[in-house]
């Protein structure tokens, strides 16, 4: 009983694991949170390989819950999806990121600004006309919004889905295939969809440099979005060999830990001119 409490402890990295973490949040919870405005949303650098200039930043949605602290969206993502949430999510993540960016713009940062988006998001067919009315009315123009989009395992109706984002690329809106190289690929199929981007999983990325079966995938989607005219975006660039491999093979953005975790938007400003220093040297 005793090794088997030691397992226990090594496997939780020592410590009893947090209440919090154990819990499962059911959909009212996450209706209420949307509701109150307890979500808000963090924001990752994008860096140009070659210049090292900063090209944008993904936004990445946490909820400050009142007991339990900052939840992370692998425990609210899918029940979103499962209890209809996701497009009420999607609209407050949608315009709290254009009041960010304006807010960033104003201050002589101009960024693009992706934005996660759910295959579930993609099956009203006015959701092309909702982003574009959400963005002239926050005066951000809609080439400077990039929507990342992930299949989801729900996946209604898919024809919907693909005239939808034909209907978003018509509209200047840049569009990303998300978590390229995992579960559901079938994206790739999506031969007739102008996507601009190609977001290369991490599980593909981070020590692809030192395994041979990694980097022969990574070689090979790097070679597709080339032959695809699409830009390869590189995630988890945890370390500085992650760089130096990544950078050699071809691709054209970087983001990751090496560069900077996501923060909250106040933080962005001050992120952004310490790298500008940086760069300088
Ligand atoms: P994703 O879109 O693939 O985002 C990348 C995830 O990897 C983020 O986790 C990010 O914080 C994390 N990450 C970034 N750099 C590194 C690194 O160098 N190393 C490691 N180990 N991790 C890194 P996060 O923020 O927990 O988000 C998880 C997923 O939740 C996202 O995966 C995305 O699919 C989903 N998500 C986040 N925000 C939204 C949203 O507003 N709407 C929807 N539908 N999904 C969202
Ligand atoms: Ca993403
Ligand atoms: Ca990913
Ligand atoms: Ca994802």
Not at 204 to 220: C, E, K, P, Q, Y
Not at 229 to 256: F, H, N, P, S, T
């Amino acid at each position: 009983a005793q090794l088997q409490q030691l397992l226990e402890q090594a496997a939780t990295g020592g410590s009893a694991p947090h209440a919090a973490e154990a819990r499962c949040y059911d959909a009212a919870e996450l209706a209420h949170a949307i509701e109150a405005g307890e979500l808000v949303n963090h924001y990752q650098p994008k860096v140009d390989f070659a210049s090292t200039l900063v090209t944008g930043v993904e936004t990445l949605v946490r909820w400050q819950h009142p007991q339990d602290g900052l939840v992370y969206p692998d425990r609210f993502i899918a029940l979103a999806e499962e209890a209809d949430l996701i497009d009420a999510l999607m609209c407050k993540v949608l315009h709290t990121a254009l009041r960010d960016v304006r807010q960033w713009a104003s201050r002589g940062h101009g960024l693009q600004v992706a934005i996660n988006v759910s295959m579930d998001n993609l099956q009203r067919l006015d959701f092309p006309d909702f982003v574009e009315r959400a963005a002239l009315d926050s005066g951000v123009p809609l080439s400077s919004l990039v929507l990342e989009v992930t299949e989801s395992h729900l996946m209604k109706n898919r024809q919907a889905a693909l005239d939808i984002l034909t209907r978003l690329r018509l509209k200047r809106i840049h569009l990303s295939i998300d978590d390229f190289g995992t579960g559901h690929s079938s994206l790739v199929q999506l031969r007739d969809i102008p996507f601009n981007e190609l977001k290369i999983d991490r599980s593909f990325v981070h020590g692809a440099w030192r395994d041979a079966s990694l980097s022969t995938i990574l070689n090979a989607s790097l070679e597709m979005a080339r032959k695809l005219g699409m830009k390869a975006v590189a995630e988890g660039i945890e370390d500085r060999a992650d760089w130096d491999y990544l950078r050699q093979a071809g691709c054209d953005v970087a983001q990751g830990w090496f560069i900077a975790r996501a923060m909250p938007a106040e933080q962005l400003p001050a992120w952004l001119q310490d790298w500008e220093r940086r760069r300088a040297e």
